[in-house]
C-alpha cells in the first residue's frame, strides 16, 4: 500500500493579519470610489459649461431672422458635443465591472455628481427645443436625446425632478430672449413667450413644497421673470394702439421700454448658476 503524504496546511492567519488584509481592501474600493467620484464630477463641470456656452450660442442668433436657420443648426452640433460627455459619465459608470446593470446602479450612487449638469443640459436642450418648434419638450423626448448611438440605452436617467428643476430655469432664458426679441421690432414673440411662461408657472405652483422643495425658490425667479414680461408685454399694447402706424417710433419706444426692465434688476435661474 502506497505511503499517503500529507501536504502541510497553510499556517494560520493571526488576528492582525486578518484585520490588515480587511482594511486594505477597504482602502482600495474607498480609493476607486473617490477616483470615479472626481471623474464624474469633472465630466459634469464641462456638461454645465458647455450648456452654457450652447444658452449664450441660441441668445446670439435667436432674434435674427436671417442668421436663424444657421444659429439653430449649429446648436445642434453644440448639443451633440454635449452628449459626447454624457456618453463618457455612462462608460466610467460601468468601467471596471463585468456586470451589466453595472452602470444603472453606479448612476444612482453618483447621481448627485450628475445632477448639476443634467439640469443645465436640460434647460439649454428645452430652450432649444423651444426656438424650434415653440413648445415645451417632454420628458420621454428628452430623455431620447440621452441614449447611446451604439447601443440605443440610456446614458443617464432624467428624473422628474432634474425635469421639472431644469425646466423651471427655463424661464429665466425665455424672459431674456422676449426683451432681445422687442428690441429689434418683433412684438409677437414677446406675448407668446409671456402666454407660454404663465402656463409653465401655472403647472409648477401645482407642485407642493413638500414634495420638490428646491422648487420653490426656482419658482420665485419665475416669478420674477414673468412680471418682468409682463410688464413689457403690457407696455407693447399700449404703444401698438397708439402708435400702430409709426414703427420707427414702436422700435424706440420698445428699446426704451426693455433698458427700463432691465434697470430694474435681472430675473431667472442666471444668477443662480453662475455662482
Known amino acids: 500500500m502506497a505511503d499517503v503524504v500529507m501536504e502541510a496546511s497553510p499556517p494560520t492567519q493571526t488576528r492582525r493579519e486578518h484585520l490588515a488584509k480587511t482594511f486594505e481592501s477597504y482602502r482600495v474600493e474607498l480609493d476607486e470610489y473617490n477616483e470615479r467620484r472626481e471623474k464624474v464630477i469633472i465630466l459634469s463641470r464641462a456638461i454645465t459649461q458647455l450648456s452654457k456656452k450652447l444658452i449664450f450660442h441660441l441668445h446670439r442668433g435667436a432674434t435674427s431672422p436671417s442668421a436663424r436657420a444657421k444659429n439653430l443648426k449649429d446648436a445642434r452640433v453644440k448639443e451633440r458635443e454635449i452628449h459626447k460627455n ?14 451589466e446593470d453595472a452602470g444603472a446602479e453606479n448612476f444612482w450612487k453618483f447621481n448627485r455628481q450628475v445632477s448639476p449638469g443634467l439640469e443645465e443640459y436640460i434647460e439649454g436642450y428645452s430652450f432649444l427645443y423651444y426656438l424650434e418648434t415653440g413648445d415645451l419638450v417632454s420628458l420621454p423626448d428628452l430623455q431620447k436625446a440621452l441614449v447611446s448611438e451604439e447601443t440605443g440605452e440610456n446614458l443617464v436617467v432624467i428624473t422628474p425632478e432634474d425635469y421639472i428643476l431644469g425646466m ?88 426704451r421700454a426693455v433698458e427700463e426692465s432691465e434697470s430694474g434688476g435681472g430675473a431667472g435661474g442666471g444668477g443662480e448658476r453662475d455662482a
Open 86 to 99: 454624457f456618453a463618457a459619465i455612462a462608460a466610467e459608470l460601468a468601467a471596471g465591472s463585468a456586470e
Open 168 to 255: 423651471s430655469d427655463l424661464t429665466g432664458e425665455l424672459m431674456r430672449y422676449a426683451t432681445n426679441a422687442l428690441s429689434t421690432g418683433d412684438h409677437n414673440t414677446p406675448l407668446a413667450v409671456c402666454n407660454f411662461v404663465r402656463v409653465v408657472k401655472t403647472l409648477f405652483d401645482g407642485i407642493a413644497p413638500s414634495v420638490l422643495f428646491k422648487l420653490k425658490k426656482k419658482q420665485e425667479e419665475t416669478t420674477r421673470s414673468l412680471e418682468k414680461i409682463e410688464k413689457v408685454c403690457y407696455a407693447l399694447r399700449l404703444r401698438l394702439v397708439e402708435f400702430g402706424d409709426k414703427p420707427e417710433v414702436l422700435a424706440a419706444m420698445a428699446k
